[in-house]
């Protein structure tokens, strides 16, 4: 079984300043770990992924997170945030292993709130 | 893009009436799920959908609850007396074959029990 752990609930930021939303997960098993964005009134898209390889992943709007297998952490920062980032942020894990059928965890979400 | 599609957006029912929440997944995805999310609460896991059958279900899947897929392109989620604590939004998601793809989710079905 596995478990997410979502440190803020909200978070308060300025528009262009840094951010890191925290998680934190743990497992029994190899686990792959997404985050996902939930914008007002819609649903839950895919931010970024980490299956294997690079610790380090990206997304195609300037977030980026990094699996600390030592820590397990995966933290989501963006260096210099937009109006538009203001969402809700959902971390989630899923066992590597083939007998899970791909099943995700969730953690409690983090709004962050982007202010001019 | 493809894209997981859910109607309606919003249904408010009765408790105790049944109320039948409708997915129509990714054309070519193998893996169907329902998940739901409890106003102020995190997203949960109901139950996973594989050939034809269920894979896994979490323990809020109780004999109320019921899954189909009664045409190769629409799965429902089906509650049989509903309660107000089922108020919630419903998310339906899929999922190709293999263990590096993603789940993509629908726009989700706010359900509201009065």
């Known amino acids: 079984a596995q478990s997410v752990t979502q440190l803020d609930s909200q978070v308060p930021v300025f528009e262009e300043a840094p951010v890191e939303l925290r998680c934190n997960y743990s497992?029994?098993?190899?686990?792959?770990l997404f985050w996902y964005v939930q914008y007002p009134n819609q649903g839950l898209q895919l931010l970024l992924k980490?299956?294997?390889?690079?610790?380090l992943v990206e997304s195609i709007n300037g977030f980026e997170a990094e699996f600390n297998k030592s820590q397990t952490s995966f933290h989501l920062r963006k260096p210099s945030v937009h109006i538009s980032d203001t969402a809700e942020y959902f971390c989630?894990?899923?066992?590597?292993?083939?007998?899970?059928?791909?099943?995700?965890?969730f953690g409690q979400g983090t709004i962050l709130t982007v202010h001019p | 893009e493809p894209e997981v599609t859910q109607t309606p957006s919003h249904q408010v029912t009765q408790m105790g009436q049944e109320v039948i929440l409708r997915c129509v997944p990714i054309?070519?995805?193998?893996?169907f799920y329902w998940y739901r999310q409890i106003l102020g609460q995190k997203v949960e896991f109901l139950v996973s959908?594989?050939?034809?059958?269920?894979?896994?279900k979490s323990e809020i899947f109780d004999d109320q609850f019921s899954v189909e897929r009664p045409d190769g392109s629409n799965f429902t989620l089906k509650i049989r007396s509903t309660k107000l604590e089922d108020s919630a939004m419903y998310f339906c998601?899929?999922?190709?074959?293999?263990?590096?793809?993603?789940?993509?989710f629908g726009q989700g079905t706010r359900l509201t029990v009065v």
């Open positions: 998601a899929s999922k190709d074959s293999g263990s590096n793809t993603e789940a993509f």
């Open positions: 497992s029994s098993v190899s686990v792959y």
């Open positions: 980490y299956l294997s390889g690079s610790t």
């Open positions: 989630a894990v899923r066992g590597a292993g083939g007998t899970s059928y791909g099943k995700l965890t």
């Open positions: 054309s070519n995805h193998l893996y």
């Open positions: 959908f594989y050939n034809n059958e269920i894979s896994e």
